[in-house]
């Protein structure tokens, strides 16, 4: 089945690109329902960053998550001794579901990793960085960010190691990624629904801070119809220092904030660590088969 995504959906938003076992894969949130009010999670992989195939449904809140229902957002996953953690947004708390595969299925863990009200603004939008010494990191939040330890299980924090951080700025989508010996922090700025959405960002010595706010990284090109470039992630090309950003957008040419589109670009790192200004190009990315039904532009 070939489409293009742009056109009349299948929408996604707040990709979460990863690298396991030479492959690419992104973990979104399943679009194009007014109030994001998606129950499920797919998986899209790749072999180029350019095709994408869609596995289908990978967690079904609901059915798969007994104490979550509705608004399934923006996921994330990472890998530890050959099983894939897979985090995510439920009813604002955030999740956690294990597998033995990256595209699953996912079994969830029985309870919020992160209840919601037990810190600081809304719990959504978790990220995962893993340092280079092993330490995995849990970000999360929505107005105020929070960086907490992984415990050794995956499965939970370490309730001592959580930092807060609040910025003007920030708004949601924190996302941490390492090069040499700076650590960057990057983050949604303004709301998703609105042409301003954008992502900003900080650097540090240290993955929890203090940060110091280096200012806009991403943003809209209204004279090419682009609008609303935020909630992102980073990876660095496994064996190489190219680095990608995945990001979304209102769709082209007729969307808006619940009808979001996918789109990668290159994330250049400068000659003295600054990152350039990413240029947000046209193209968002190409799903080459599908399984999904043709059911989900609400
Ligand atoms: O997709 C639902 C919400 O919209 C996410 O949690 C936010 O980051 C924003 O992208």
């Known amino acids: 089945m070939n489409w293009s995504p742009a056109s009349a959906g299948p929408y996604y938003a707040d990709p979460s690109l990863v690298a396991f076992g030479g492959r ?14 998606s129950d499920v999670f797919h998986v899209l992989s790749s072999d180029d960053l350019a095709s994408w195939e869609d596995h289908g449904e990978i967690l079904r809140l609901g059915r798969d998550v007994p ?19 897979f985090y995510f947004t439920a009813d604002d708390n955030i999740g956690v579901a294990v597998a033995s595969s990256p595209t699953g299925p996912f079994i969830d863990s029985g309870a919020p990793i992160v209840p919601s009200d037990a810190h600081l603004g809304r ?36 309730p001592a190691s959580v930092v807060d951080w609040e910025h003007p700025t920030f708004r949601e989508a924190a996302h941490i990624h390492r090069r040499g010996d700076t650590y960057y922090l990057t983050w949604s700025e303004n709301d998703t629904r609105d042409p301003s959405y954008r992502v900003r960002w900080a650097t540090s010595d240290a993955p929890t801070g203090p940060w110091q706010e280096r200012g806009v990284l991403l943003e809209q090109a ?56 990413v240029d947000p190009r046209a193209e968002p990315i190409r799903l080459t088969r599908s399984a999904i039904p043709e059911t989900l532009d609400t």
Do not use: C
């Open 24 to 37: 690419f894969y992104l973990y979104p949130t399943t679009d194009g329902n007014e109030g994001w009010d």
């Open 67 to 85: 104490w979550a229902t509705r608004n399934a957002w923006a996921p994330a996953a990472a890998e530890k001794n050959g099983l894939y953690y």
């Open 123 to 158: 719990t959504i939008d978790p990220a995962v960085f893993t340092d280079f010494d092993g330490a995995a990191y849990l970000i999360w939040g929505n107005t105020v960010a929070h960086f907490a330890r992984l415990n050794d299980d995956m499965l939970s924090i370490d």
């Open 222 to 277: 209204p004279e090419r119809g682009i609008l609303a470039t935020g909630h992102h992630s980073i990876l660095r090309v496994p064996g190489t220092d190219d680095w990608v950003i995945a990001y979304h957008r209102f769709a082209v040419p007729d969307g808006d904030g619940f009808h979001r589109e996918l789109v990668i670009d290159p994330l250049i790192h400068l000659p003295g660590g600054a990152l350039a200004p």
